[in-house]
């Protein structure tokens, strides 16, 4: 967890506008733990590490602390697999073409028919990242779902007296709301 809210400290670093989205997590517990340190981290705050009780306080049992617990797994990675990993991986990145140049310009602070009212809110970049941001989740998310309203995956699998069987999935998408 300290590692990942490295990177948010990092980021932070830069002293720009962050809009910080979470993604997806693989145990709903360890998501909120690391999702309340790395919201402390970018508020410049310190947590208790023990959890204070509420409703969900059975859930982060049996520690009960913002940590997330190491895993249980036994680490079976030698320091040579991982030298050559990072090795392969330099390689790779080697292989790949720079970015294109991104055009940047001035954002106006001042937009044309502006209120008064309207001087609470935020202006220039972060303005223009917030609209996009909403035209994404209001215009272009609904528009990708109707491109692509289903998604197949299959995988194959061995099955009885080493048949292969195919499982199918079909996950399909319609109106969004948020």
């Known amino acids: 967890m300290q590692g990942h809210a490295a990177c948010v400290e990092f980021m932070k670093s830069f002293n720009v506008p962050l809009f910080c989205l979470g993604g997806g997590g693989y145990t709903i517990r360890n998501v909120a733990r690391t999702w309340a340190y790395e919201t402390a981290v970018l508020l410049g705050e310190k947590l208790d590490p023990s959890l204070p009780?509420?409703?969900?306080?059975?859930?982060?049992?049996?520690e009960y602390t913002l940590d997330v617990p190491a895993s249980n797994m036994t680490?079976?990675?030698?320091?040579?697999?991982?030298?050559?990993?990072?090795?392969e991986i330099h390689e790779h990145l080697h292989c790949i073409p720079h970015a294109p140049s991104v055009q940047m310009q001035q954002v106006p602070r001042d937009w044309p028919g502006e209120s008064e009212e309207s001087d609470n809110l935020p202006h220039?970049?972060?303005?223009q990242q917030i609209?996009?941001?909403?035209?994404?989740?209001?215009?272009?998310?609904?528009?990708i779902i109707d491109e692509n309203p289903n998604i197949v995956m299959e995988k194959t699998i061995q099955g009885i007296q080493n048949q292969d069987v195919i499982k199918r999935y079909h996950i399909g998408f319609g109106q969004v709301y948020i």
Do not use: A, H
């Open 124 to 127: 220039g970049l972060v303005r």
């Open 131 to 143: 609209d996009s941001f909403n035209n994404f989740i209001e215009n272009t998310l609904q528009e």
């Open 75 to 87: 680490n079976m990675n030698t320091r040579q697999q991982l030298e050559r990993l990072c090795s």
């Open 53 to 62: 009780y509420n409703d969900y306080y059975d859930f982060f049992g049996p």
